[in-house]
């Protein structure tokens, strides 16, 4: 039987498209492998001629030749996997400029590599980035769950094909399968690196590190490469939408770009089947437990951002005497204090937003598995919510 569609929260954008998508007759839709591109723009795209170049023909016909190749294709149009033929852009260009109807030409792109760079640079002004990433718990009608539950859905991914819940053994096989294919097709066959090994090392690293301050030394050391290499395989991983480098906060912004950042894993599931941990119980009863759930926080605000097409500046504050707030998202002109915390938090738990606050800042949030009632009451500056109940609205 055909699995069930779960409705994108990008599809109401796409169908009726919001007001900022009306000026680009060119919209590209990037994200990870795997998490719905192909299927979202093809539900919604109605009549509309599709070109897979993940089809080696395809693709071969499309660097061959890409002015005929394109000389036969008029709008609408959905082009999947552009990074593919990249040679197709400047066409392109000269087709949209023809047809500058509304999304007249819909692009898909795995990676944020040079490639995309091309398409932002010859398609400036005429294009759209949106970004699709995994399903996030409002997409799966996740509205609260035991903290045992939690963490089992935690473990069965954002991937779509993981939607249903498979069985641990299942599961394991299509992760070790989508981390051979973003190695063998993306890493190497794009990319060029040759250092498969220790490649698949340092992701191992890399997710036992997850909610953590890089240490670029450390974790070169453990991979066995040199910090150069950690710095450029990180900037890799973040641009193929499998990590996000979170910075420091601080007033002055230049500073904000010297300070090491904090790693997250925008997939939980991904990260801890990377990670070795394959029973949800004792990863969430275990010392990690809370850099866990922290990361699949993280991944939710990030989920909840962009599949309404919302930007947003997300940083840490910590001070050198160990003060700190997980989570300072800055959006539509306010900044929103989070804080994660497994069980139910104390006040003498938080710290005082006094120092740093300013009239932009709205009440903090501490998402917590414990439960919406606090033991005691929390001071004014926070209140404690469910996953469910975090919002980025004022």
């Given at each position: 039987m055909p699995k069930q569609w779960v409705r994108r929260t990008l599809e109401n954008l796409l169908t009726a498209p919001a007001p900022a998508l009306r000026l680009f007759p060119v919209w590209l839709l990037l994200g990870p492998r795997q998490v719905g591109k192909s299927s979202l723009l093809k539900r919604c795209a109605g009549v509309r001629r599709f070109v897979d170049l993940d089809n080696l023909d395809v693709r071969a016909r499309a660097n061959q030749d890409p002015e005929l190749f394109m000389r036969g294709l008029k709008p609408p149009l959905l082009i999947d996997e552009i990074q593919y033929a990249p040679q197709l852009l400047s066409p392109i260009k000269r087709l949209a400029d023809r047809d500058p109807g509304p999304g007249a030409i819909w692009l898909t792109g795995s990676q944020n590599f040079s490639v995309m760079e091309g398409v932002k640079e010859t398609l400036a002004g005429r294009v759209a980035i949106i970004n699709l990433f995994g399903l996030s718990d409002e997409e799966k009608k996740i509205l609260s769950d035991s903290p045992v539950a939690y963490f089992k859905r935690m473990m069965q991914t954002t991937f779509p094909k993981l939607s249903e819940p498979a069985s641990p053994d299942a599961r394991e096989l299509y992760l070790s399968s989508y981390v051979q294919t973003y190695i063998e097709r993306d890493v190497r066959e794009l990319l060029r690196i040759e250092k498969r090994r220790e490649f698949e090392i340092f992701l191992k690293m890399c997710a036992l590190r997850t909610a953590q301050v890089v240490n670029y030394d450390d974790l070169a050391?453990?991979?066995?490469?040199?910090?150069?290499?950690?710095?450029?395989?990180?900037?890799?991983?973040?641009?193929?939408?499998?990590?996000?480098?979170?910075?420091?906060?601080?007033?002055?912004?230049?500073?904000?770009?010297?300070?090491?950042?904090?790693?997250?894993?925008?997939?939980?599931?991904?990260?801890?089947?990377?990670?070795?941990?394959?029973?949800?119980?004792?990863?969430?009863?275990?010392?990690?437990?809370?850099?866990?759930?922290?990361?699949?926080?993280?991944?939710e605000i990030i989920r909840g951002l962009r599949h309404r097409l919302q930007d947003a500046d997300i940083h840490f504050w910590r001070t050198r005497d160990g003060q700190e707030i997980d989570f300072l998202v800055e959006t539509a002109g306010r900044c929103f204090p989070i804080e994660v915390k497994m069980g139910r938090p104390k006040p003498r738990d938080l710290v005082s937003l006094a120092p740093i606050r300013n009239p932009n800042w709205e009440q903090g949030q501490v998402v917590s598995l414990g439960g919406e009632a606090a033991p005691e009451p929390l001071t004014e500056e926070w209140r404690i919510v469910s996953p469910a109940g975090l919002t980025l609205r004022p």
């Open positions: 050391r453990d991979a066995g490469i040199s910090s150069v290499t950690a710095k450029s395989w990180l900037s890799l991983l973040e641009d193929s939408f499998l990590i996000k480098l979170v910075s420091p906060y601080h007033t002055n912004r230049t500073k904000r770009l010297i300070k090491s950042p904090k790693l997250y894993f925008l997939d939980m599931g991904l990260c801890a089947h990377l990670a070795g941990w394959r029973d949800p119980e004792a990863l969430r009863l275990g010392p990690l437990g809370g850099a866990a759930f922290e990361t699949h926080v993280f991944g």
